[in-house]
């Protein structure tokens, strides 16, 4: 609407300046043109006659048989830059006098600061100062985008980040425990006791659960879980910053910088027009980047040493800070009748500091008797969102589950799903308007991928399918892979997606590669565990991120054309992968995936 404005006040200020009527001039490529006169001008030429117009109420939209760019493949304007190394992202950043800034957080969640011998470190080569801050004190307002953020730590300020990484090694700092110092032994223990106890009211309930199981032929039951994730986006945290007492500059790669901004004013004691947050390209952002402390962090050292500062984290500093992907339980119960017929669906799921399920998503509205209920599990490990908030989990969770109800049912997983969307269609269960999925659609993308994928005529040995619906956008995947040992090496993914009109085929297909290998690559093998409060792996050696002779070998992507308008697409094609991979490697192996990473050797229970 904003274009289609825009283009509307140009013509009507090249209407006016030839002295012509608005309907004979057409546009394009950004000129103005007037057949008749023959008479040509620039988007530019117009703008500031256009300018003076008042701005109408609305404009008509071009048809979208008559896009020219929309849907049409457009290269990443800094691609040349990324490839070849030029400064782009934050960690570029050169400013004359600026010095590098390092933090040293608590050894474990739990602990907070007591102490330091910073005297022993500041005589070393290049180091100008180590000192205390407390990032948020008392009274700063503090915005939803602080969380993860730890109050008080120790910064060091030098001349260079290896001599900042040097005196983090020599100093000496001690640590008081705040709170308790939990285990990954805990967390299991409490989810699953938890997952043990009903709470006070459900968040959704159809029909009887209870009665409905008691008559049911066949019942199923399984529980499946998964860890910690940290983001480990390539670029670690860092943000410049340059506060004076006139104003504070501020230049980084964050995802909200209108709420880093309120956080400074607040923390600053600064008007916010007076802040200015430069974007700088991110080096991954993936949730990870919503929380923007980090930038909070290098302001207040800023402030501090009277001097611009350039924050840097390690990866060690970042993989142990927290912001990590919840770790989640869910149990799933399904009845089933004589006839195979799906007539009971129980979801029972809790997480860290996050109540995981989405009651209003498939199965509900095509099950008669359906409850959903969840908990969450306060604790002092921070959390936040990751890459599909929620979803990266339940998904895989409840398609590993369908796929064991229908193979208890008797019934091909794919037609098995789609009886079950005919239902919502034809005779949903409850009030429809409280489904937050159209069963059309996700029925849709199934029926795609089935015949993209050749599944009805194909050996289906050794493959899996998963559907899913997040972030307004419809997802469906079929697997094929081979094992090597305990390892699956995935050959092929189909992937079927609605998500309305694609504006950039090329770029909508390398976000759907990007989730799938991400879901692929933390699904089958990486985890963050503590001990005691403290972070098991810090670092690449000990946290498994997919390398590139594990990623899939081809992945096939299909749009569903249909002109809606467009949704999501940086998320919805990781949720459902995890589902299709347990799926496949079920089939290849003989026996159910229920602890993520699949290849970590845990015990399979369920």
Same mark, same amino acid.
């Given at each position: 609407m904003a274009g289609a404005t825009a283009r509307h006040m140009l013509i009507a200020a090249a209407a006016e300046a030839w002295q012509v009527p608005a309907s004979e001039i057409t546009t394009e490529s950004g000129m103005l043109y007037h057949k008749a006169t023959d008479k040509s001008a620039g988007y530019g030429e117009m703008a500031s006659a256009a300018a003076k117009m008042s701005v109408p109420e609305e404009v008509e939209l071009k048809e979208t048989k008559d896009f020219k760019i929309i849907g049409t493949d457009q290269l990443n304007v800094d691609g040349p830059k990324i490839v070849t190394g030029k400064p782009l992202f934050g960690l570029d950043i050169q400013e004359e006098g600026m010095l590098t800034a390092m933090i040293v957080h608590p050894t474990a969640f739990g602990m907070k600061y007591n102490s330091m011998d910073a005297e022993s470190v500041k005589s070393m080569p290049g180091i100008k100062d180590v000192f205390p801050i407390d990032v948020y004190p008392e009274g700063v307002e503090k915005q939803w985008s602080d969380g993860g953020g730890i109050p008080k730590l120790v910064a060091i300020v030098g001349e260079s980040t290896w001599q900042c990484m040097q005196a983090k090694?020599?100093?000496?700092?001690?640590?008081?425990? /705040?709170?308790?110092?939990?285990?990954s032994a805990y967390h299991e223990e409490a989810l699953e006791k938890l997952l043990s106890t009903a709470p006070k009211e459900a968040a959704r309930k159809d029909g009887d659960v209870n009665a409905a199981f008691k008559k049911a032929a066949k019942v199923v039951e399984s529980t499946y879980s998964a860890p910690f994730l940290a983001h480990n986006t390539m670029e670690p945290m860092n943000f410049f910053a340059n506060v004076t007492s006139e104003k504070a500059e501020l230049k980084g790669p964050v995802q909200t910088p209108e709420f880093l901004e309120k956080?400074?004013?607040s923390r600053l004691d600064m008007p916010v027009e007076k802040i200015d947050i430069m974007m700088t390209r991110m080096g991954g952002g993936f949730g990870r980047r919503l929380y923007g402390h980090f930038g909070v962090e290098a302001a207040v050292i800023s402030q501090k040493m009277q001097a611009p500062i350039k924050l840097v984290y390690t990866r060690e500093d970042d993989m142990t800070q927290g912001t990590y992907r919840p770790a989640y339980k869910v149990h799933y119960k399904a009845g089933l009748d004589e006839k195979g017929n799906l007539i009971a669906w129980h979801v029972r799921g809790a997480g860290t500091n996050d109540d995981l399920v989405f009651e209003n998503r498939f199965p509900a509205g095509a099950v008669d008797n359906y409850l959903a209920e969840k908990h969450a599990l306060q604790t002092n490990v921070t959390t936040g969102a990751w890459r599909a908030p929620r979803s990266n989990f339940i998904a895989g969770a409840e398609q590993s589950f369908m796929d064991e109800v229908a193979e208890a049912a008797g019934k091909d997983?794919?037609?098995? #799903?789609?009886?079950?969307?005919? #239902?919502?269609?034809?005779?949903?269960?409850? /009030?429809?308007?409280?489904? /937050?999925? /159209?069963?059309? #659609?996700?029925?849709?993308v199934l029926k795609l991928v089935k015949e993209k994928s050749g599944w009805a005529t194909g050996n289906n040995e050794n493959r899996g399918v998963s559907a899913y619906y997040c972030h307004n956008s419809y997802v469906a995947q079929v697997l094929d892979l081979k094992m090597d040992g305990n390892k699956p090496m995935v050959q092929k993914v189909w992937c079927a997606v609605d998500c309305g009109i694609v504006i950039n085929p090329l770029s909508a297909k390398n976000q759907i590669e990007g989730g799938i290998i991400d879901g692929v690559g933390h699904t089958t093998y990486s985890q963050l565990t503590f001990k005691d409060g403290v972070p098991e792996q810090t670092n690449f050696d000990t946290y498994h991120l997919i390398r590139n002779n594990e990623a899939p070998k081809e992945i096939e992507s299909f749009f569903v054309d249909n002109g809606i308008d467009p949704t999501g697409l940086g998320e919805p094609s990781l949720p459902p992968i995890s589902g299709a991979l347990a799926n496949a490697m079920y089939k290849a192996t003989g026996r159910r995936y229920y602890s993520q990473p699949y290849i970590s050797d845990r015990p399979v229970v369920g």
């Open positions: 090694k020599a100093l000496k700092v001690t640590w008081e425990e /705040d709170s308790m110092l939990e285990s956080s400074l004013a997983p794919i037609e098995f #799903r789609l009886e079950l969307f005919e #239902r919502a269609i034809n005779n949903p269960v409850g /009030d429809p308007e409280k489904n /937050d999925y /159209d069963p059309e #659609r996700y029925a849709g």
